[in-house]
């Protein structure tokens, strides 16, 4: 599967939604797009998904190393891969996009905020070209493909602009239907905001699709070891408004290997009969009193204290603890497994790649083993001084800067979300 990185100058210069508008013109062009994201957001693919109607792949070589990034690249589907690149090109404390590019071989197509510049996009775009090699990146910039351009004299000024070795491959039109809201985690997920349909397909005219697909190109094919034996077990995965920071990786490996059913503790469902519970990430701060009276909630306690294994991850573990205080001053009940109370901050209180070493043996690693993941949040957590962590934090803040993982019974919950290229899901279903 040929592919491109579009890469952005840097934050807030329109990736997303020229990611979309470039998913939309190759499909109105014939061919089927496979949407990938650098780094491990999650709000973005949901935007990438509700366009392409497929799962966005997580590219992230601290997550998952290189091999794990060819992997995941490939376990996607199509004929083209759109990569959307994050924060700028060459950000990033431990991974960037351009890392991204350099491992996979991929060409990268500049994501410049044309809204009031002509020369001065050319300029930018050179230079970023430029720096790869001062930098002892091995990332080819390829061309530009212009957010806020008009068209007429301001695109054609653009085009006259780039030296023979920067390609144009369109622009994405002003417009206030190509717009996403935001709020305190980043941007609405997909579902809940989706683009104006005709906004997009009109931006998506502007797109040259073929001189993109021939810019394209096929990554190294890694080795795919073989999966673990199967478990016969029965894997519950919460999933809804308040639980859907989940990677496409995560589902897929718990599949592998075990059944996995779903619920909606916000639509009231009651939990699943299973051997093991996972919750992911998500919002359970904007459905706190939903979950407070969710039957799952209640059952989960019930469930939990006779033994059975639940892994949370961030909002997963806000939902295990005792209690969920909003910045609006309410607290609502939660599970009660966790020996702490949360309460939601006006400023986040995490944002980083994390590295955790188990304590000891727990339910998604063993004593001393590393696991990689990623952190961002916007609550804190009072814990109970006899509280039991599972993991010191050797980068990141993870629950009170030292450590992270409350262990409780066999319930686990961490601030931090892990790929499952780490095998922290191995290890949780070879423990049920």
């Not at 350099?102 to 970023?128: I, N, Q, R």
């Not at 993991?391 to 409780?408: A, L, N, Q, W």
Request: hydrophobic letters at 40%; one cysteine or more; glycine letters at 12%.
């Amino acid at each position: 599967m040929r592919g491109v990185v579009l890469g952005g100058t840097g934050s807030g210069v329109g990736k997303t939604v020229a990611t979309l508008a470039v998913l939309r013109a190759l499909e109105r062009a014939g061919y089927d797009p496979q949407p990938a994201k650098a780094g491990p957001d999650f709000i973005d693919p949901s935007h990438h998904r509700a366009v392409a109607e497929k799962p966005s792949r997580t590219l992230d070589p601290w997550l998952e190393g290189a091999d794990g990034v060819r992997r995941n690249y490939y376990r996607g589907e199509g004929d083209f891969c759109v990569v959307e690149g994050m924060m700028g090109l060459y950000d990033g404390s431990v991974a960037s996009t351009a890392d991204v590019a350099e491992t996979l071989d991929l060409p990268v197509v500049l994501v410049v905020d044309a809204g009031a510049g002509m020369e001065s996009v050319a300029a930018t775009a050179l230079g970023f070209r430029e720096y790869a090699d001062a930098a002892g990146h091995d990332v080819d910039v390829v061309g530009v493909l212009a957010q806020q351009a008009h068209g007429g004299r301001h695109e054609q000024g653009i085009r006259e602009a780039l030296p023979d070795t920067l390609d144009f491959f369109g622009r994405i039109p002003p417009s206030p239907d190509l717009e996403i809201p935001d709020r305190h985690l980043g941007l609405h997920m997909g579902a809940e905001t989706a683009l104006d349909t005709e906004a997009l397909d009109a931006a998506a005219e502007h797109v040259d699709v073929e001189g993109l697909v021939e810019a394209g190109r096929t990554p190294p094919r890694p080795e795919f070891p073989e999966p673990g034996p199967a478990t016969r077990k029965r894997v519950a995965v919460a999933s809804d408004v308040a639980f859907c920071f989940e990677y496409p990786a995560t589902r897929e490996r718990l599949r592998e290997r075990a059944e996995v059913v779903t619920f909606s503790p916000v639509a009231g469902d009651d939990l699943p009969d299973c051997d093991g519970v996972y919750l992911p990430g998500g919002y359970p701060e904007l459905h706190g009193e939903a979950l407070a009276t969710s039957p799952a909630l209640a059952t989960l306690g019930e469930r939990a204290a006779d033994g059975l294994p639940v892994l949370g991850e961030c909002g997963g573990l806000m939902a295990l603890t005792e209690s969920l205080t909003t910045t609006d001053g309410e607290t609502h009940e939660m599970a009660g497994v966790l020996p702490a109370d949360v309460t939601m901050q006006d400023r986040y209180q995490a944002l980083d790649h994390v590295e955790l070493v188990a304590r000891d043996d727990t339910l998604s690693a063993d004593a001393g083993e590393a696991l990689r993941g990623h952190e961002f949040h916007y609550s804190s957590a009072d814990v109970a001084t006899d509280a039991r962590f599972a993991f010191d934090v050797e980068r990141g803040t993870g629950i009170d800067g030292d450590h992270d993982g409350i262990t409780e019974y066999r319930t686990l919950g961490t601030y931090a979300h892990v790929h499952a290229e780490s095998g922290a899901f191995d290890t949780f279903l070879d423990r049920l």
